[in-house]
């Protein structure tokens, strides 16, 4: 037996085969899903592993390092994040976005180290030896949102979408703040004296900090839009560019100390609309499958780790300390969102209700981002108190949070996630308003959202299309793309419900088979229709269509853990039923 | 500027990132990867960059670390080659891929071994200090053919199927006789004397490593299969699954010191026709794509890191040695396939005809695991010599016979591989006669394949259906399968031909949009359905039909670097053209 040669890869092949088991055993039971969130139970997976892991070894089970949680578990969740944002509602929002992922969150920070501070200094609970460096510097890590536990719970209660992409967008655009805050605070823990000009300093590293991931990120993905145009013979490798450069953004981010987070959104963001151009359909289904699938893997993966990290010897239990950080958490996010949900409302016509303002200050769960910071602090005496505090607001805002909050949005019945898609009349009309609204600003000359949206898209058209897609010559109307594919759709119920067959094949038809001759199945048509008389033939396809049904994939708009098309099997067998009635 | 910390996964990601643009700049010239066969290419790019590394650092570039390769670049190609091998060929074949695969590379072994010893002997070559043993071990190691580079190399010529598994075939296998080989003469080099107890230990060791890595293979195939009877509910991870559990084959094959190819092609043959019954389309899609993704990179990566490795100063030079090396390499293959393809043709009716032959022995292409083993041998003073010998044997291989075959065969005139596939008659007969011998065998009693295939195939059904599918209770037969795929595909031709408006939508149609809610474009459908009378529907579909092209994929049965349905561009461009005429 030679384990330790193959020790690393088969561990982590375990891992994530436990992770995958775990997620197939939750969902083999319906129910248990719709009341606990995954989440949670991943959490007490990884509780109930780590438990064991301490009772067999008797220490402490190994903790998730910071390194593999920021470098190989974060991104893909990112990466997903970020390639399936639905860009109108996040760009139509993002002055509140931003507005609360930075002022919010440094309101946020300074807000719970203040007041732990404070706290500190009630010589009853013996904690005068925490500075108040120290705990700005935990306030930094504890204050953010995390976005793997919001897309966690908040794809599960489908709020409305704007409710949504306001927590979402915070959660991962606060990214930037906290990078920015916590190396402040950090340093400024480990230098002697701190003069005015570090603070200085470090209010300018905020943009260059955003900013700068921003541009790392769009830089790589225009770099990979334009890869993409050049491989139309090696096909096989297309998907791999997509991760690749996206994954290079993200590190080179990191290395120059910039955040990630937003340069890996602002890569897929940028390359997406080119890069579905470019690839092939089946690339582009890999892409998105694999993504869909990493992500979901990754997030697994983390909330099992976080469980399993909990158990062990490295909490210092100080109740006044952590209750008081609990409390301050929920009370400075309420006050927050509250205050600068006010200033919103004023400069909006469209206010964000107080119902959505409960859910907003409610949905800011803590996660694992939180967790690896805290292992990453330098070592003083009172960091495993750092541990447990943070420790115990993860589970709480994971747990009671996530538990209770699809409970109240029902109860408030807050505005909810509209069902049907748009018609295409609706997004004709939403097309006409934003082109009006860009005339009518260009005219008043207020450089508002749609003056810069218009003006972005007809950079795109007149330049980067042009450098980025391979096949600019035919550019396709959404309309006209539109049609084809309800066309085809069309063209395979038909054939589905067996109503093909009524018209005679069209004699153009019987070219097909010498042209694709590589194709083994039409070929084999062709030979079909040469022997058969077409009576014959249309007899054998109404006898066997109605023994055929192949259920068709449809599904709702977004979610972080289905591709479209995979749901819904019922209303398959519905109208099955229907058509067999209708045949017979 | 933190690049330490980001190291690592940063490497990996540009060195696959490396390989990936020098794969694109190949086929950007289609007529480089015509003369020269990719692999070549690949290497050469790999020399440059280990000049580049040699001459900026003045030191030996990074060799290929055998863990990598053994541990990550290795599986992905064999799991590739396993879940597309052509089972049918594989078997029909079995016996002879066997005794080529075992006898073969034990001839060879010993053939290269002892007369390389003969050599040594030779005062005025300077190598009397090579003893016996170390030449066995070294020739243990340069014996065997490799599955990477034949891959590389016999999926651009298109030679007759049997050919072509044969090599095949037999590069996979002799895995098994190599692992057991090397280990032994190595195990024995550090023994100080070899009784006969561990020559017949070493014997029995290959049943044991090769029988050991088919059943490791096929219980983990098994499960895998039975895994993905659970997946319907989270549809995004049943692609991991395949992956896990073959992964997971390989590794505890290794560990136990079976053969892990050997497992890792069983698990991938085993689980094959469960996997695909169980998963979705789209899951399937994405195995399909990621496996040829991942082994495509993985190849890309074993050829460039083999050049970057040639580069260096662990070379030791002694030409008598070097040459005669090569010469006995391809002398001993020559007379091996002659003698033992001599014992095949006298049992088989279909014989291996003496062009067969030629190209059998000149296809024995020595690859990436000579070149990790070498490097795996324990420190001894002529090591690099060893290492010396391999580079030469490789690169010469690779080089003049990979680039020289393509010629060769054209020359021969060897059989090719049909270009049509089998018509649906021809797959009827040869079913037919499978039955129908299946039957001989039984009454006469004689236990041969067809007796085997059949008995299997009964057991199948009977029992390892009905527990690793999930719907059993369906048994669909091929041609009802055939039937169905031929109707959607002729469905979308009419469609994209536009000649789907001729016959008026059928009334139950109109339920669709209802039944299908949640999905935008039925909805749509439904909107203008209902809104536009069905002349005026014709119309528009007649007039945007005519303009209105979406290219068809379709392409080749097997290869490699691509999925079926991505080539043959201009056959659809002219079947464009001939629907267009039609119309007008």
Redesign the interface.
Known sequence: ???Q??Q???EI??W??LA??A??GF??Y?KLPSVVPESCLLIFVGLIMGGIIYGLNDRSPPVMDS?IFF??LLPPIVLDAGYFMPSRPFFENIGTILLYAVVGTIWNVFGIGFSLYGICQVKAFRLQDVSLLHNLLFGSLIAAVDPVAVLAVFEEIHVNEKLHILVFGESLLNDAVTVVLYKLFRSFCEMPTIKSVDVFAGIGKFFVVGLGGVLVGLSFGLTAAF?TR??K?????E???VF?YS??SY??A????LSGIVAIISCAMGMKRYVEANI????H??VK??M??WS??SDTLIFIFLGVSTIGENHEWNWPYICFTLIFCLIWRALGVLVLTFFVNRFHVNTITSKDQFIIAYGGLRGAICFSLVFLLPDFHRKKLFIAATTVVILFTVFVQGMTIRPLVDLLAVKRKR???????EQIHIRFLDHLLAGIEDISGHWGQYYWKDKLEYFNSKYLQKILLREYDQPKSSI?L????????????????G??G??P??P??L??GF???????????Q??EDTLSPEVLNNM?EI??R??Y?I??????YNR???P??S?PT?HA??LL??RH?NL
């Open positions: 037996l030679d384990y040669h193959v690393v890869p088969f092949t375990l994530i085969m995958s088991l997620k197939i969902h083999l319906n390194d470098l190989y890869t050049f491989t013979d090696t096909r096989v490798i998907p791999l560019f690749l994954y290079l590190l080179t990191e290395m120059f100390h092939s359909l089946k690339s289904t890999t499958y694999f869909k699938m979901s893997v069902e049907s898609a748009p018609t295409v009349g006209v539109l049609y084809e594919k309800l066309e085809r759709k069309h063209a395979i119920e038909l054939a589905e419900a109503q093909l009524h018209g094949p069209h153009s038809l070219h097909f042209l694709c001759s590589n194709d083994r199945t039409v070929t084999a048509d030979k079909l396809k066997l269509a023994n055929l192949r068709r994939r449809t599904g709702p708009a853990h289905t591709l098309g995979e819904e209303e519905q109208e229907i058509l209708k």
